[in-house]
Every structure is written in C-alpha cells, then in structure tokens.
C-alpha cells in the first residue's frame, strides 16, 4: 500500500508541476499578446512604412527606378531614431489608409495633411512639414499682393479644387484646366493673372525650372499641417510618442531642414519661413 501512496503522490506532483508549467506558459503568450505596437515592431526590427511612391518630390522612382524622395528619407531616419529598419511599401492612396486600418502597415509616411475628417479616424503625430497656399504670378506682375488683390483677375485651377473656390471667393474668374502643367502654360503666356496652388508644389516647379519668370505674390498665414497618421487608441500610443520624439529630434538637429531644401528647395519643416 505505501509502494501505491508514494507512486499516487508521485504522478499527483507532476500533474501538479505539469499545470504550474502550462500556467506560467500561457501567461507568457498572454503578456506577448498584450505588447502595443511599437513594443512589437522592436521586436520584429522593422516598422513598414506605406507610400504612394508616384508623388514627386515626396515620394517617387529616379531615373534608376529606386525609391526615394522627402518622406522616404524622412521615414527612413524616423526608423533609425527607433533602432528599426523600414520597409517601404507603395500603393495607391485609399489603399494605404485602408492598410493602416487594417494594420497591414504601421504608419503612412506620405504628405498627408491635417484635417478634421482625418482626425477623426487616426491618430496624428507633430507636424513635419507645412504647407500653405500661395497666389502665383509672372516675375513682372506687380498688381497683387494681397488675397484681396485677386477681385476681378483671371486664374486657373482645376475646377474642382479648394484652391479655385477660394479663388472664386475673393472675386476672380477661374479658368477650369486638367494639370498643372497646363496652368503654368497660361501664366507664362499672360493669358492668366495668377493661378492658387500648393506653396510647395511651386517650389517643386520652380526645382524643375529654375528659369521659370514667375513667383510668389502672396502666401495666405495659415499652413496645412503634414504629419504622419497613426490607428487611434491606446495601442498605437507609445509608438506616436516615439515617433513625435524622432521628429522633434531631426528638427532640433537641423536635419528636416536639410531634406526640405533638398527636396523643395527651401525649408517647410517649420512655419517660420
């Protein structure tokens, strides 16, 4: 009987230490199951990173067909900040926001701007760069120095744009064009007084040509702010905060500004331009 109780009390400890084992193990995999994002893309050493890589000068192919551009090289320093590397994936816009959702991407480094609509959906981190509106005339048109100034004068933008209705709104007459190319045709060529557009899409322009006779004649005070969207909620919170303190970094460091006049020709990572 006791040869039975000692094998009974045997088999009993290890059934015993078996479940204390199976308990430990399953606390584990609920502690990994508890990571938040950016716990796990540590983890894994790499942060995917979701573009269009179709949009110069932000993200594009040269002439040797490697992606680069602004926000590459931002993202790209954003992940070494983090000590991970990044993958970039390329996609067309309402795919990336409809990745991101899904978590297929982590972040979409990608020129996107700031809105209430946005807001409401994502997450967003500092702003790295701004853009603001700026009214474009030929080198010699000293006519227009304010919004005011656009009454009764001729523009051109596509129809649809919020750079036409504002047009409208001060009182000008708006040409309705396809591209932006074909906006520049009729500034160059007088039939136009100014055009509304992107303060960052002229200096790009201006990047490609240099010798172009136009300018600047007004840039409206407020900027759209260009940040990086995150998945709302508590999951995404840590790695927000990791990433708004990267950027704050590289502008610390004066490295936003040196991609900004690399890219566009002057620096759009601050509003003091």
């Known amino acids: 009987m006791r040869v039975f109780t000692k094998k009974l ?4 400890l290890a059934v015993g230490l078996t479940a204390a084992l199976t308990g430990c193990g399953g606390k584990t995999e609920s502690a990994a199951d508890t990571k938040d994002q950016l716990a796990r893309i540590q983890e894994s050493g790499t942060i995917v990173i979701a573009m269009e890589g179709t949009w110069a000068p932000w993200t594009y192919h040269d002439e040797n067909d490697k992606l680069v551009g602004y926000d590459v090289e ?3 320093k954003i992940a070494e900040k983090l000590g991970v590397t990044p993958t970039f994936v390329e996609g067309e816009w309402d795919g990336l ?18 809105t209430e609509e946005r ?23 000293d006519t227009i120095h304010t919004l005011e100034d656009l009454k009764g004068k001729h523009t051109a933008n596509t129809i649809s744009s919020t750079y036409a209705q504002l047009a409208e ?34 200096y790009d322009y201006m990047k490609e040509h240099p ?23 508590d999951d995404s919170a840590t790695l927000r905060e990791a990433v708004n303190k990267a ?18 020709g002057t620096d759009i990572s601050t509003m003091e331009q």
């Open 119 to 141: 807001s409401e959906k994502y997450d967003f981190s500092t702003p790295y760069a701004y853009n603001r509106t700026a009214v474009i005339v030929s080198s010699d048109n």
């Open 74 to 76: 931002v993202g790209s």
């Open 247 to 264: 950027i704050d970094e590289l502008r610390e460091s004066g490295e936003l500004k040196e991609l900004s006049e690399k890219y566009f």
């Open 9 to 12: 009390s045997a088999l009993l």
């Open 211 to 233: 010798d172009a006779q136009v300018k600047i004649a007004v840039l409206t005070d407020d900027a759209n702010k260009v940040a990086i969207p995150f998945r709302k909620g």
């Open 97 to 114: 926001l409809a990745g991101l959702d899904a978590g297929r991407y982590d972040i979409m480094v990608n020129g996107v701007d700031i």
């Open 169 to 202: 709104q001060y009182g000008a007459e708006v040409t309705g064009v396809d591209d932006l190319n074909q906006t520049f045709e009729l500034l160059l060529s007088g039939r136009i007084d100014a055009t509304l557009n992107a303060e960052m899409t002229y």
